[in-house]
């Protein structure tokens, strides 16, 4: 053994563990195997831990430039913010932001949230409704065929939601397009109802009933959360709580077994580190899987992981004057269809969510641009991409000011999408 290697264990004593990555879910996997006695080493290439749970901290401003706010679907996720210290930190957002916009023939329209609403409004037409009352009595897809979330949606529920409701909710959600994800990969659940029950209606009527049955919680009506001071809050905690355990500036170059230890060559700040451990974790970003080469695992299987499409997103965070938009903001954000033929992919009302995230006197957006859709768009300088940006925005909402702050974020590859094929890389 090199005198560069640090052993992870010695002789006789507790297993030992090396985490790839201080994502979320490497800080987790590494808090846990701690707790249960194991020697954990988390190692992350970048200078901080949390990926993309970046929060940037500016006087009165609080801008989120990865993820706005997470989902409490799971008791764990509620211990886990107990166990770290946080659940006085934690921030539901306010009632408000339940109602969701659409564009709509350039207009912001609420999108029905309950069968009350979606018979009352005007949002669907009643061409949409009476198709609605028809999904029950659908067939189902063919077995072996692997359908898209497009081909799915058109064949349950039509042209028109496709357009107005799963295109504008899928760019928020995976920056993505709805013809290239699979359905069963990217929502499974959907998938499922029809599979299990043979009709979405009658699986969330039936699906609803077990689950109260079980006491349990669906996902879409769990509970968002953030924290006084954002979500990088999270990552920032577990950093003070897992000490040198957590590894930064070191990116891990080659695995490989010996002697049943995982040998681990590293390179931690442009020079050579080795480490050894009895299992390996990698909780990496799929794209960056391929840089390491492991031992029995050829590079074309590792090269097929390299391979998920993640398309480039830029945010850019917009102040205004309170005085100076006339929408009432009274609501999460705004979503635009592809189909309204726009640049933008939408936009949060942050100081809606969580008013304490600007002055008062203020509104602070949060505006994406790129995605599947128009990824070239995401490239753009900050100087390029706000003269387009408010040019949208502006007439959308009713804003007569320039913004007093802006804060740009470009990510070249942003989220992973589920595409058709995908299940084959799994």
């Not at 770290?84 to 339940?98: F, H, N, Q, T, Y």
């Not at 999904?135 to 077995?143: A, N, S, T």
């Not at 898209?148 to 949606?153: A, I, R």
């Not at 995230?357 to 505006?367: A, I, Y």
Request: include cysteine.
């Amino acid at each position: 053994m090199s005198p560069d290697t640090e052993k992870q264990i010695e002789p006789h004593t507790s297993p030992s563990a090396l985490v790839i990555g201080a994502g979320i879910a490497g800080l987790t996997a590494g808090w846990r195997l701690k707790q249960s006695g194991w020697h954990v080493r988390i190692l992350e290439s970048g200078i901080r831990p949390g990926g993309a749970m970046v929060t940037e901290r500016e006087g009165e401003y609080l801008i989120e430039h990865g993820p706005n706010t997470a989902l409490e679907s799971d008791p764990r996720i509620g211990e886990l913010i107990h166990e770290l210290g946080l659940a006085d930190e934690k921030r539901i957002p306010e009632l408000a932001s339940k109602k969701r916009f659409i564009l709509k023939q350039g207009r912001p329209q609420p999108l029905p949230m309950s069968p009350q609403a979606f018979f009352g409004s005007g949002f669907f037409s009643w061409k949409a409704k009476l198709s609605l009352l028809g999904e029950p009595f659908r067939k189902p897809g063919i077995e072996d065929h692997e359908e898209s979330l497009s081909e799915f949606v058109l064949r349950r529920l039509g042209r028109e939601f496709l357009d107005y409701a799963i295109n504008p909710f899928v760019a928020g959600v995976y920056a993505g397009a709805p013809d290239r994800l699979g359905v069963e990969q990217a929502f499974p659940k959907l998938h499922a109802l029809e599979k299990n029950y043979g009709s979405l209606i009658r699986g969330q009527v039936l699906g609803a009933r077990q689950r109260k049955r079980e006491g349990r919680v669906s996902k879409q009506r769990a509970p968002m959360f953030s924290f006084r001071q954002g979500l990088g809050s999270l990552p920032e905690r577990f950093q003070e709580l897992l000490g040198d355990s957590l590894v930064l500036q070191t990116r891990a170059k080659k695995l490989s077994l010996e002697e049943g230890l995982w040998a681990i060559e590293t390179e931690c700040q442009g020079q050579p580190k080795n480490f050894e451990a009895d299992r390996v974790i990698y909780a990496g970003t799929a794209h960056q899987l391929p840089e390491i080469s492991i031992e029995g695992v050829s590079s074309s299987e590792l090269q097929s992981f390299g391979n998920i499409y993640h398309p480039p997103v830029s945010s850019l965070s917009l102040a205004f004057p309170r005085n100076r938009v006339e929408h009432p903001l009274d609501g999460f954000g705004l979503l635009v269809p592809e189909v309204e033929k726009r640049k933008i992919l939408g936009a949060l009302f942050m100081s809606t969510l969580f008013p304490e995230r600007c002055p008062k006197d203020q509104v602070l957006f949060t505006v994406f641009i790129g995605g599947t859709r128009q990824p070239h768009y995401a490239s753009l300088s900050r100087e390029e991409l706000l003269p387009m940006v408010l040019e949208e925005l502006k007439p959308m909402l009713g804003i007569s000011s320039e913004p007093t702050h802006v804060f740009h974020r470009f990510w070249e590859k942003a989220i992973p999408q589920y595409e058709v094929g995908y299940g084959s890389v799994r």
